[in-house]
Nanobody, 124 residues
Framework: QVQLVESGGGLVQAGDSMRLSCAAS????????VGWFRRAPGKERDFVAR????????YYADSVKGRFTISRDNAKRRVYLQMNSLKPEDTAVYYC?????????????????WGPGTQVTVSS
């Protein structure tokens, strides 16, 4: 079992940047492909980005493409989400997830392990 913990959230203004971090701990040395999701108030948990085990393949939701960058450092067992040009509509709780056996998974149900989330608030 892999435990995930997100950090780096907070309150920023529109146009600012922020970097989220997802730290993994547990029995496995590599925590596999990782996805970032977010849940805005009153909405479902939506896919944001995902990265393959070796970091070579990344995929983004259209809403964040060109603004967000996902990366990973397997030696540190961390995955990052660099968020630039933030907008008020990016306000949400952000979660990282792992444990998917589905290639290219973008649905929350396809991931087994979840962090508790970190709040990102973007003011206008």
């Amino acid at each position: 079992q892999v435990q995930l913990v997100e950090s780096g959230g907070g309150l920023v203004q529109a146009g600012d940047s922020m970097r989220l971090s997802c730290a993994a701990s547990g029995r496995t040395s590599s925590f596999g492909a990782v996805g970032w999701f977010r849940r805005a108030p009153g909405k479902e948990r939506d896919f944001v980005a995902r990265i393959s085990v070796n970091g070579a393949i990344t995929y983004y939701a259209d809403s964040v493409k060109g603004r967000f960058t996902i990366s990973r450092d397997n030696a540190k067992r961390r995955v990052y989400l660099q968020m630039n040009s933030l907008k008020p509509e990016d306000t949400a709780v952000y979660y990282c997830a792992s444990g998917s056996s589905v290639n290219g998974a973008t649905m929350p149900a396809q991931y087994r392990n979840w962090g508790p989330g970190t709040q990102v608030t973007v003011s206008s």
